[in-house]
């Protein structure tokens, strides 16, 4: 390339899309406020002082709780493989819309006359409900408009191009336009990928970026790159063309790492580089992992009796179990349970993975699975420093044994203490394959790339979502 004129970029970055989101549901929020003001001043009367009527009833109290509380119901939807996909956003509005009901009806009913704005916050309840769903039906079809796409070309027609392709076209639509892939293989020129045509090799890389107005390139080889190309791709990036790796993609757009197009040499730079010894992240984490597990404990104290009670009503045998599992550098725990299976469910003492319909779980074993209440006592873990509150799930030897001989780079998991909670968990429900087990692998790796307090804390919040939705597994 010779040219060295910049190319303006098209198209909406994922930070901005979720900027957009972020402000469109701000003005919702507010839009519900004045809307149940509105109606709650109509009610009451107060047509002609409004201003004095909201100051008397101290009218700015309950919903600067209800907004944070909508965030919150809503916090997951702005993950990039939810936010922009019409049939999980409505399922979530709906979610949010009915758990926030609850603690209504609690109020309406309990609460003493003339404390709340009982019919303001319903008011409330209902139209940020009704904003948000005309929001974000509106972003989505806006938001995958050809114009806001962004043009990108993938470089790379083989097994990772063809991955990273089903990724932005099947998995998280709506954010990039492929316009076409480059690769310098002269069998695969003319040819097609998932319907997107192989342009040529690197020489047409020039002609395609001005004619499709590519902002972005997706690099998608695994393999040494050939000086010709890497070249091209230097000169691409020079004039403003944005150069993003694959891995890194998939891992912006899924939360995952794809274990199965990864080199040693990548875990070696970049995976095992993030794992640090000594930094300010650990001490902080196990303090936070203290006070979590000594507020936790109180709360299993306070509770024992009554799930005594369940549990024991429900089917013959102990209240608890203890199990083997592997913590960190694979040395063996012994983490505790409130028993949600029937009494010696493995009594031929080989180990098996839950399903959802398992029938060796008991009526109120399955109900306290849905709310992760089974796994209570194991804040003793935490507090022994066996576990952590947030990390990679601890599993059994047996499987483990079994699956890093099937799955690469398996026992990776094990580099850091496994958690009552983690990424996996609140992003992925039952293995039943060792295909489930490799994708909730991902979300494992992913975790312990990038771990950090702020991720600790959005995992935190999403398992708060699961308990309130009943989503756990």
Not at 62 to 67: A, E, T
Not at 387 to 408: D, V
């Amino acid at each position: 390339m010779t040219t060295t004129s910049s190319i303006p970029r098209s198209g909406l970055t994922m930070s901005e899309r979720q900027a957009l989101l972020l402000t469109g549901d701000l003005i919702c929020v507010v839009m519900a406020v004045l809307i149940s003001w509105g109606v709650w001043i109509w009610i009451d009367g107060a047509l002609a002082d409004p201003i004095g009527f909201l100051r008397s009833k101290d009218a700015l109290t309950p919903f600067l709780l209800l907004g944070p509380l909508w965030f919150f119901l809503i916090f997951h939807l702005y993950d990039p493989h939810v936010a922009f996909h019409r049939e999980r956003t409505m399922f979530g509005l709906a979610l949010a819309t009915g758990i926030s009901l609850i603690p209504y009806l609690g109020m309406y009913f309990f609460a003493a006359p003339g404390t709340l704005p009982r019919v303001a916050i319903l008011v409330f309840l209902f139209s940020v409900s009704a904003l948000e769903f005309g929001w974000r039906m509106l972003a989505i079809r806006l938001f995958t408009l050809p114009m806001l796409r962004r043009p990108v070309a993938i470089i790379g027609a083989g097994r990772a191009g063809a991955m990273i392709l089903h990724v932005l076209t099947k998995e998280v639509p709506g954010h990039f336009r492929v316009c076409g892939m480059i690769d310098d293989d002269p069998e695969k020129h003319g040819g097609k990928v998932q319907d997107i045509p192989v342009v040529g090799g690197w020489e047409q890389l020039e002609r395609t970026i001005k004619e499709q107005g590519i902002s972005a390139l997706i690099l998608a080889i695994t393999g040494r790159i050939r000086p010709e190309l890497f070249q091209a791709i230097l000169d691409c990036q020079e004039r403003g063309v944005e150069v993003i790796r694959m891995p890194a993609l998939y891992e912006s757009l899924l939360g995952r790492v794809p274990i199965g197009y990864l080199s040693a040499d990548w875990l070696l730079t970049s995976f095992l580089d993030s794992v640090q010894l000594y930094d300010l992240y650990s001490p902080l984490k196990r303090l936070i992992d203290i006070l979590a597990a000594l507020s936790g404990l109180v709360f299993f104290v306070a509770t024992l009796p009554l799930f005594a009670l369940l549990i024991r009503l429900d089917s013959p045998g102990p209240i608890l179990f203890r199990q083997e599992r592997s913590g960190k550098g694979g040395h063996s725990v012994w983490i505790w349970k409130y028993r949600t299976m029937v009494h010696d469910a493995e009594s031929d003492g080989e180990a098996r993975w839950a399903s959802p319909a398992d029938p060796r779980v008991t009526r109120v074993g399955k109900w306290m699975r849905r709310t992760r209440m089974d796994e209570i006592p194991q804040f003793w873990n935490v507090l022994s420093g066996d576990m952590s509150l947030i990390g990679p799930r601890p599993e059994r030897p047996e499987l483990i044994a079994q699956l890093e001989k099937q799955i690469p780079f398996y026992r990776a998991r094990l580099l850091i203490q496994p958690g009552l909670t983690g990424w996996s968990q609140v992003n992925f429900g039952y293995v039943r394959t060792v295909e489930d087990t490799a994708l909730k692998l991902e979300y494992d790796l992913y975790y312990i790339r990038h771990r950090s307090l702020m991720l600790d804390f959005k995992i935190f919040l999403r398992t708060l979502g699961t308990f309130v939705r009943f989503q756990g597994s």
